[in-house]
């Protein structure tokens, strides 16, 4: 469920209240392994900041 939270875009902070983890450092190193889905995400939002950089430097 973490894993699909994470996923959906909720906050790490946020889950880590709700699933009463101590520590982000432990949620994020148990769950936040990358699915194809957030790999896609990133590298979309990659793409777009890449881009808008480019067309602001020239």
């Known amino acids: 469920m973490v894993t ?3 996923e959906a875009g909720a906050q790490m902070k946020a889950i880590q209240k709700r699933t009463g983890h101590e520590s982000l450092k432990v949620l994020s190193d148990t769950y936040s392994h990358v699915t194809e889905k957030v790999d896609k ?8 900041f890449k881009t808008a950089r ?5």
């Not at 995400?41 to 777009?48: L, Q, W």
């Not at 480019?54 to 020239?58: L, Q, V």
């Open 54 to 58: 480019s067309e602001t430097a020239n």
């Open 4 to 6: 699909l939270l994470i």
């Open 41 to 48: 995400d990133t590298a979309d939002k990659f793409d777009v």
